[in-house]
Each structure stands twice: as structure tokens, then as C-alpha cells.
């Protein structure tokens, strides 16, 4: 399992991951799952990737390597594509056939075995930053104001804090701070999400890589955040009204 954030702000996009993947509680391992491609001056596009480890390591691997094949057949890709439309449409049918292949070549029965599910964010030059979340099937949904951050992956515990605490006008530094909150309060209830955690905070009309972190177990700040707010929630409760009894 893993959980996966991305939010749109009027200032820009932040994407955070975890990196723990596991079969089992003897079986844990940490993988990278936030991609970052850039053609500086003209499009950022990141990937977050949650669900079977092989399907989104392929789907990564494809992406990638149609972005340096000089193939006719490859020459529209994440970053010649006219649009993060575009952008998550391609992305999604990679998705979409690496998923149908899988399932081709085995003989394992069970529930979508192979399912994965993607968020994408970036900017493409003339036009405003656009964040997307790709479902298995290829489809997906754009965030839009109504609803202006994604998650996926093991989503129940965290989501509660960004329901109640996010703002699209917030600044970066706050979005940062509100995810950390959001991360920690999973880790502390799910052993499959996990520490290092990586960020990438886009700025709107960079174009271009923006602040890249990754956040590991021996963090001052994220310890800090982990401390304080466990303090902080047991104080609210403390300060709220006695329930009668009688």
C-alpha cells in the first residue's frame, strides 16, 4: 500500500508520496513513486504512483523512454504533447495496456491483481497548472475548485486533515506543513505507508523543476510536526466541554 497527495493551490501544485511497498510484514521495501520530467521553459509534469509495484514501475520505464526515442510512432509524449489533457490521456493508456498485458501473462486469478492508479500534475506553456487523477482503466478526473486535491492509496486517515484544514490560497510553506500532518497521521495508523516521503512543490509559470525533498526518518522538522500535533490534538480534546453524564 501507499498514500499519495496532490494539491492544486492558486500558486501552484504540490505532490507528496511515501516510498514503502510491501508483501506482507516481512517482505518491506522502499521505492521511489514521485517522477518529475521537465523541458525547462515550457512544461513540468509529475507523476505520483500508487497500487502493484511492477505495473507502475513499467508505466514509469514506457514514459520515460518514449521521451528519448526519436521513433516517429513515440513523437507525441509527456513532453511534446499539446496539453496536460493530452499529457494524462497518454499516460492513461499506457496505464490501460500495461495492466491488459500483465493480466495476459499470468495465470493468477484474482481482482484486478495488477491495478494501479496515478496522479499527475504540471504545466504545460499556455496554460494554467492542471492536476489529474488516472484510474486503472485508463480514465481520470481533473481536480477542479470543487475539488482541488487527489488522493490515492490508503487515503482514510489523512484525508480527514486536508478536508478540514486545506485552502487554496494557503502559501507553500503551509501546504508543505499540512501534508506532513496529513502523511504522519497515516503512518501512525497504517504500518504500510512509510518513511523517507518526497515532495515536489511546482511554482505556476515556472516551467520548469521546482523545490524537490525528501523527507527521511531522522527529519527535525517532520519530527517536530509529528510531536507537536500529537500534543496539540491532545489538548484540544482536553480543552472541549466535559460530556454530562447525569
Known amino acids: 500500500m501507499t498514500y499519495c497527495v496532490g494539491l492544486k493551490l492558486r500558486r501552484g501544485l504540490v505532490l507528496m508520496s511515501d516510498t514503502r511497498t510491501n508483501a506482507g510484514v516481512d517482505n518491506i521495501s522502499t521505492f521511489k513513486k514521485l517522477f ?11 507523476i505520483l504512483t500508487a497500487g502493484n509495484l511492477a505495473t507502475t514501475q ?3 520505464s ?17 513532453l511534446t504533447a499539446s496539453s496536460m489533457f493530452t499529457v494524462a490521456q497518454l499516460i492513461g493508456a499506457v496505464l490501460r495496456d500495461v495492466i491488459a498485458r500483465h493480466s495476459q501473462e499470468t ?13 499527475v500534475g504540471g504545466q504545460v506553456k499556455g496554460e494554467e497548472p492542471r492536476l489529474f487523477l488516472i484510474y486503472p482503466e485508463g480514465n481520470f478526473a481533473e481536480a477542479a475548485e470543487d475539488t482541488p486535491y487527489f488522493q490515492t492509496g490508503e487515503t482514510k486517515y489523512g ?19 499540512l501534508l506532513m500532518v496529513s502523511f504522519d497521521s497515516t503512518i501512525k495508523a497504517n ?3 512509510g518513511l523517507p516521503l518526497d515532495m515536489h512543490i511546482y511554482r505556476t509559470g515556472s516551467l520548469r523543476t521546482g523545490i524537490c525533498r525528501r523527507i527521511t526518518p531522522d527529519d527535525s522538522y517532520f519530527e517536530m510536526i509529528s510531536t507537536s ?18
Open 36 to 46: 518529475v520530467w521537465e523541458s525547462p521553459g515550457e512544461r513540468s509534469v509529475t
Open 58 to 60: 513499467s508505466v514509469i
Open 62 to 78: 514506457i514514459l520515460d523512454q518514449h521521451t528519448k526515442d526519436q521513433d516517429a510512432e513515440s513523437a507525441r509524449t509527456i
Open 107 to 119: 495465470v493468477v486469478k484474482a481482482e484486478c491483481p495488477f491495478s494501479a492508479t496515478l496522479i
Open 159 to 177: 484525508r480527514p486533515i486536508l478536508v478540514r484544514a486545506f485552502d487554496p490560497d494557503m502559501s507553500f510553506e503551509d501546504a508543505a506543513k
Open 191 to 193: 504500518l504500510s505507508v
Open 229 to 246: 500535533w500529537g500534543e496539540s490534538l491532545r489538548q484540544a480534546v482536553a480543552a472541549l466541554p466535559p460530556y454530562m453524564l447525569d
